[in-house]
C-alpha cells in the first residue's frame, strides 16, 4: 500500500468519503488511488475556490468533514477565499495540499512556494508529511483536528504519495466540550436582573435545540435573542422559534444593541462591524458603553449551554412558535419585496438556502419566517464567491433535500463554474441569480464611508460599481455549462419557473431581473 492508498483509506474507514478536488501532476497518485479505494466519492470542480466552499456547504450540512485536494501553493491560494468562509463558519474540513516530492524541493521549481505559511492564514492544524508510513496516523490526526471546527491541511510531498509502506491510521474520538458551571451562573445572574439583556446566538446554538432554549429563557424573563449577522446554520420555518439577525450596517446594529447592560454569548463572538466608518454612530465595537459581556459557550457546545441554562432559569417554560403562513404568489414587475414573497410563497418543505444574495435578498428572512422549516446557510467570513459552491457541498450532503441558492449577480461570477459541477454530478439545486446590474452593497457602502451619494459622483466612479457594458447574460453562461436556465421579470413568471425547477431533478437557474 503507498501513501495515497493509505490516506484515502484512512479518510473513508472514519468517515471522510466525499472529496471535492482539483487536482494537479503532484497529486497523480491520489487520483489513482480512487479505483483502489472506491468508497471515496471524488467530485471534480473547475477551480479551487469551488472545492473549497463545496466542502464548506457540505460539513455544514452533514455535520462532519470532507476532504479537498488542491495542487501546491498556487492551488490553496486560489482556494483561500473560502477557506476563509470556512474558518469564520468554524466547520470541519480536511484539506490536502499537494507538494513537489521532496528530494525535488531544493530546486525551486516553478511552482515552488511556502504552502505551510498561507496554509496557517486559514487552518487550525498545520502538518507536513515526511514518510508513506506516517500518513495514515497524520491523516488520522487532521481527521481529529477538524472535529474541533477548523480546517485541518495535511502537506502532502509526491514522493510521500507514491512510495510504499502507507499504513491506515483510526481517529479517536474527540469529546463534547463541558458547560462551564460558572460562565452559567454570570448568564443566570445577568438573566434574573431588571436589566435590559440580550443573548446573542451562533455556532450550534443557532439549530433549533439552541433556539428553542434561547426562546424559552426569553419568554421567561423578558430577555432578547438575536442571531449573528451570518450564522453558518440556522434552522427556521414552522416549528423552529423565530430570531432576527443582528442587523449587518454598523449603525442599526448599535441602535438594535443600543441599552443593553447585559449580552450574553452563545456560540456568537462578541460583535464588531465589519467595516471602520467616519460616522460616529457607525462604531466598530458594538457592545454599548457600560454593558458587561457574558461569554457563555464558544461554538461548539453553545446548544448545550443554552439548554442547561434554560433548565434553571425557565423551568417548564414552553419556546413560543411563530404561526405556519405564506404569502400569496403576487404580481407585476420583480423586486425585491416581490421576489421575497413569491419564495416564501413555494419554498419546498425540508429546503436547504444558500444564500449569498446580499442586497437584493434583503427581504427574503422576514418573508420567508412562517414558511415550511429550512435551514438556511450564509457568508460567514463575508469573502463573496461562496454561494454557488456551497450549494454544491449542500446538496452532496443532503441529496433528499432540494437546495435553493440565492445568489448576487456580482458576487455569482466570481465561482460561476461552480455550475458545471452541478451539471455534471446532477444535484437538485435550484439557483435564483439576483440580477440588478450593479454592485448594490458597494454602492451603499459609497455613501456610508462619507464620499457621497453614488448618482453624485462621476462616471470613473460610478463606473465601478456597474456590471454592465456589456451586460451579464447568465442564462447563456448557464447554459454553456449544461444547466438548464431562463430569464424572468415579472413575479408570474418566476412562481412558473420556480414551480418547474422545484418538480424536475437536477439544476435550474433563473435569472431574475430586479427594478433598482
Same mark, same amino acid.
Given at each position: 500500500m503507498n501513501g495515497a492508498q493509505a490516506l484515502l483509506t484512512t479518510f473513508v474507514d472514519n468517515g471522510v468519503d466525499v472529496c471535492f478536488a482539483n487536482p494537479g501532476t503532484s497529486e497523480m497518485h491520489f487520483v489513482a488511488a480512487l479505483d483502489d479505494v472506491t468508497s471515496m466519492r471524488a467530485v471534480l470542480a473547475l477551480f479551487e475556490g469551488v472545492a473549497t466552499g463545496a466542502a464548506d456547504g457540505y460539513a455544514r450540512m452533514a455535520g462532519r468533514p470532507a476532504a479537498v485536494l488542491l495542487h501546491l501553493g498556487p492551488g490553496l491560494g486560489n482556494g483561500l477565499a473560502n477557506l476563509h468562509n470556512a474558518r469564520r463558519a468554524h466547520v470541519p474540513m480536511v484539506t490536502v495540499v499537494g507538494d513537489h516530492a521532496i528530494h525535488h524541493k531544493r530546486f525551486d521549481a516553478p511552482l515552488e512556494s511556502d504552502i505551510d505559511a498561507v496554509a496557517a492564514t486559514v487552518s487550525g492544524w498545520v502538518h507536513r508529511c515526511m514518510r508513506p508510513g506516517d500518513v495514515g496516523a497524520d491523516a488520522a490526526a487532521a481527521i481529529r483536528a477538524s472535529g474541533r471546527g477548523e480546517i485541518a491541511t495535511l502537506i502532502l510531498p509526491a514522493d510521500v504519495s507514491w512510495?510504499?509502506?502507507?499504513?491506515?491510521?483510526?481517529?479517536?474520538?474527540?469529546?463534547?466540550?463541558?458547560?462551564?458551571? !460558572?460562565?452559567?451562573?454570570?448568564?443566570?445572574?445577568?438573566?434574573?436582573?431588571?436589566?435590559?439583556?440580550v443573548i446573542l446566538v451562533g455556532g450550534d446554538a443557532t439549530r433549533?435545540?439552541?433556539?428553542?432554549?434561547?426562546?424559552?429563557?426569553?419568554?421567561?424573563?423578558?430577555?432578547?435573542?438575536?442571531?449573528? =449577522?451570518?450564522?453558518?446554520r440556522l434552522e427556521r420555518?414552522?416549528?423552529?422559534?423565530?430570531?432576527?439577525?443582528?442587523?449587518?450596517?454598523?449603525?442599526?446594529?448599535?441602535?438594535?444593541?443600543?441599552?443593553?447592560?447585559?449580552?450574553?454569548?452563545?456560540? &456568537?463572538?462578541?460583535?464588531?462591524?465589519?467595516?471602520?466608518?467616519?460616522?460616529?454612530?457607525?462604531?466598530?465595537?458594538?457592545?454599548?458603553?457600560?454593558?458587561?459581556?457574558?461569554?457563555?459557550?464558544?461554538?461548539?457546545?453553545?446548544?448545550?449551554?443554552?439548554?442547561?441554562?434554560? !433548565?434553571?432559569?425557565?423551568?417548564?417554560?414552553?419556546?413560543?412558535?411563530?404561526?405556519?403562513?405564506?404569502p400569496a404568489v403576487p404580481t407585476g414587475a420583480l423586486d425585491a419585496a416581490s421576489l421575497a414573497a413569491t419564495v416564501a410563497a413555494l419554498l419546498p418543505e425540508n429546503a436547504v438556502i444558500v444564500d449569498e444574495s446580499n442586497t437584493a435578498g434583503a427581504a427574503v428572512p422576514e418573508a420567508t419566517?412562517?414558511?415550511?422549516?429550512?435551514?438556511?446557510?450564509?457568508? =460567514?467570513?463575508?469573502?463573496?464567491?461562496?454561494?454557488?459552491?456551497?450549494?454544491?457541498?449542500? &446538496?452532496?450532503?443532503?441529496?433528499?433535500?432540494? $437546495?435553493?441558492?440565492?445568489?448576487?449577480?456580482?458576487?455569482?461570477?466570481?465561482?460561476?463554474?461552480?455550475?458545471?459541477?452541478?451539471?455534471?454530478e446532477g444535484l437538485d439545486i435550484t439557483t435564483i441569480v439576483l440580477n440588478n446590474g450593479a454592485y448594490q452593497i458597494l454602492r451603499w457602502e459609497l455613501a456610508n464611508v462619507?464620499? &457621497?451619494?453614488?448618482?453624485?459622483?462621476?462616471?470613473?466612479?460610478?463606473?465601478?460599481?456597474?456590471?454592465?457594458?456589456?451586460?451579464? !447574460?447568465? $442564462?447563456?453562461i448557464a447554459e454553456g455549462?449544461? $444547466?438548464p436556465a431562463r430569464r424572468v421579470s415579472t413575479a408570474e413568471d418566476l412562481a412558473a419557473a420556480l414551480r418547474e425547477a422545484f418538480t424536475e431533478p437536477g439544476p435550474h437557474l433563473i435569472e431574475a431581473i430586479l427594478r433598482a
Open positions: 512510495s510504499d509502506g502507507g499504513v491506515p491510521g483510526t481517529v479517536s474520538p474527540l469529546p463534547d466540550p463541558a458547560v462551564d458551571a !460558572d460562565a452559567v451562573r454570570a448568564a443566570s445572574a445577568a438573566l434574573r436582573s431588571a436589566d435590559r439583556t433549533r435545540a439552541g433556539l428553542t432554549a434561547a426562546a424559552r429563557l426569553a419568554e421567561a424573563t423578558g430577555a432578547e435573542v438575536l442571531c449573528e =449577522t451570518f450564522p453558518t420555518g414552522a416549528g423552529v422559534p423565530a430570531v432576527p439577525r443582528l442587523i449587518y450596517f454598523a449603525k442599526f446594529a448599535a441602535q438594535q444593541l443600543a441599552g443593553t447592560t447585559h449580552l450574553i454569548l452563545a456560540g &456568537a463572538r462578541s460583535p464588531v462591524s465589519f467595516f471602520a466608518y467616519p460616522d460616529p454612530e457607525s462604531p466598530s465595537d458594538l457592545v454599548p458603553a457600560g454593558c458587561t459581556v457574558h461569554p457563555l459557550a464558544g461554538p461548539r457546545g453553545a446548544a448545550a449551554a443554552l439548554q442547561q441554562l434554560a !433548565d434553571e432559569v425557565a423551568p417548564g417554560i414552553v419556546a413560543p412558535l411563530p404561526d405556519v403562513a405564506r419566517a412562517g414558511a415550511p422549516a429550512h435551514d438556511v446557510l450564509t457568508l =460567514t467570513g463575508g469573502a463573496i464567491g461562496y454561494g454557488m459552491p456551497a450549494a454544491v457541498g449542500a &446538496a452532496v450532503a443532503v441529496p433528499d433535500r432540494p $437546495v435553493l441558492s440565492l445568489q448576487a449577480d456580482g458576487s455569482a461570477m466570481y465561482t460561476i463554474s461552480a455550475l458545471w459541477t452541478q451539471a455534471r462619507g464620499v &457621497a451619494e453614488p448618482h453624485t459622483r462621476g462616471r470613473r466612479v460610478t463606473d465601478l460599481l456597474d456590471l454592465g457594458n456589456p451586460d451579464l !447574460d447568465f $442564462v447563456k455549462m449544461g $444547466v
